[in-house]
């Protein structure tokens, strides 16, 4: 069963990157014919790109969190190690961080690049990603006791 989950999670990384890769590609390509004129996507893009950002970024969040929890903790040692110990036997988590945070920084330089043709739901994932990088960046100067 552990690999079937597996799988099914890599299923669903390879979607939200291949979904996201593709809204990147597809406003880069863009060129509007009149001013003001936004690249368009319908409900079904939309409400699929939001809902796997959503469950990725937060499914890599609260695992890792729970991981992290679960690492025994040693006077002075700082969360990036914890981190480190929490992703050393999850090579689903490893995965699942980096191209949460790949694809996320991609879409982030796509949306500076592109703004005033960008949708609500480029900026919303651009901004996303940024404070889940930026919950990361806090993680890794946060004091232990």
């Not at 509007?32 to 004129?37: C, D, H, K, W």
């Amino acid at each position: 069963m552990s690999r079937l989950l597996q799988l099914l999670a890599l299923l669903l990384l390879l979607l939200f990157a291949g979904i996201w890769v593709w809204v990147g590609i597809r406003v880069l390509q863009f060129h509007p014919t009149i001013p003001g004129q936004k690249v368009s996507f319908t409900e079904a893009q939309v409400t699929v790109a939001g809902f796997l950002a959503s469950a990725v970024g937060a499914g890599t969040a609260s695992v890792l969190g729970i991981e992290v929890q679960k690492v025994d903790r040693e006077l002075g040692q700082s969360i990036a190690v914890q981190i480190g110990q929490a992703t050393k036997g999850s090579l689903m988590l490893t995965v699942g961080i980096l191209t949460y945070a790949l694809v996320g920084i991609f879409v982030l330089v796509v949306w500076l690049a592109k703004s005033d043709i960008t949708t609500d739901m480029v900026s919303a994932f651009a901004l996303g990603v940024l404070g889940w990088l930026g919950g990361s960046f806090a993680a890794v100067f946060q004091r232990t006791e």
